[in-house]
């Protein structure tokens, strides 16, 4: 017999101890790859029936990308992240029916980026760079763990109360299949959303036209969702049947003359507001006139984009305001 003959191996694959199988059902079975069969056979030839340990057990990672994170560090970071979120978060309104933390909502404009910015710029200014021993995969990844009810706020449109509608009836139209009137009705939505979009791609040709031209003023203005002060998500069974301070928010937006947007809210209170028709068309010309006065735009053209409502251009008071900056040359 040769030697290499004697130095080999064979194996017999059984189910159950006494059914003989092949080789690639034994794998089929055990959800193993060749390769990990070979080691297996190997560690039992060097070692027998010892427990079998993968190589990287107990190991630090220690590659330059990766930072061990111990327990103190995890600590400072978790407690930058609140102490973030309670100064610039806002908590969810709905109610928390377990004990886990309510949802705190950061602005729309952070993001984990600009969060982890402020962190390497916070330590090091407090601290040094010795501090700054995180990477920010893992930043995330300690945020996600430690405080998953920070969470940052979707930036959203309004919503159309005309597309509600037809969506609603269309639901009913459906679970009652009603075809011929269904078809009706989509074809009617349809239109609707073809004439939402006519708007909508004007609304961006003179946002690019007011870009590139300077020569020319535009303004958007629309009053925003009402607040309630004070504000609580967990609310308390004695104030049940009290009424909050109502707060509103107007917000007119335009581009300066180095070609950025610049954004003024007006917060006005329940009790600032004229008695009937509180957001009419005085109030929001007011408003409107108050902020072409900070501005001092010297453009003579103007573009005005405002809400689809009798309160801001369905009224002859809108009309006869801008044909009055007109009559004064302020614009043509």
Not at 36 to 59: A, F, S, V, Y
Not at 141 to 154: C, D, G, M, S, Y
Not at 283 to 291: A, K, P, R, V
């Amino acid at each position: 017999m040769k030697e290499e003959d004697i130095n080999k191996h064979y194996y017999k694959y059984k189910y159950n101890e006494n059914i003989q199988i092949c080789q690639p059902v034994f794998l089929k079975l055990c959800d193993i790859k060749i390769n990990m069969l070979k080691t297996l056979q190997k560690h039992l030839r060097t070692n027998g029936l010892e427990d079998r340990q993968h190589g990287n057990i107990k190991n630090i990672p220690k590659l330059k990308s990766r930072a061990f994170v111990n327990i103190e560090l995890a600590e400072i970071v978790k407690q930058f992240i609140l102490n973030y979120a309670n100064l610039y978060g806002l908590p969810s309104p709905m109610r928390i029916r377990d004990n886990s933390d309510p949802i705190i909502y950061l602005k729309t404009k952070c993001n984990y980026t600009s969060v982890f910015n402020e962190y390497v710029k916070s330590f090091v200014d407090s601290y040094g760079t010795s501090i700054i021993n995180l990477k920010y995969r893992a930043f995330v990844k300690l945020w996600n763990q430690l405080t998953p009810h920070v969470k940052f706020l979707n930036s959203s449109s309004d919503l159309c109360e005309i597309c509600e509608k037809f969506r609603l009836k269309l639901f009913k139209l459906k679970s009652l299949n009603e075809e011929d009137e269904e078809i009706d009705m989509q074809f009617k939505f349809d239109d609707h959303l073809a004439a939402a979009d006519c708007e909508r791609q004007h609304y961006n040709k003179i946002i690019e036209k007011s870009k590139n031209d300077l020569t020319l003023t535009h303004i958007c203005y629309d009053y925003a969702q009402s607040v309630s002060a004070p504000y609580s998500p967990q609310q308390v069974g004695s104030i049940y049947f009290k009424t909050p301070f109502k707060i509103n928010i107007f917000g007119i937006c335009t581009k300066t003359n180095e070609g950025k947007n610049y954004q003024l809210n007006y917060t006005i209170g329940e009790d600032e507001l004229p008695e009937g028709t509180s957001k009419g068309a005085k109030t929001t010309l007011n408003m409107g006139f108050d902020f072409l006065k900070k501005t001092q735009h010297v453009e003579k053209d103007l573009y005005v984009i405002c809400d689809n409502c009798p309160g801001q251009n369905k009224n002859n008071l809108s009309l006869w305001f801008w044909s009055w900056l007109i009559m004064l040359k302020i614009y043509i």
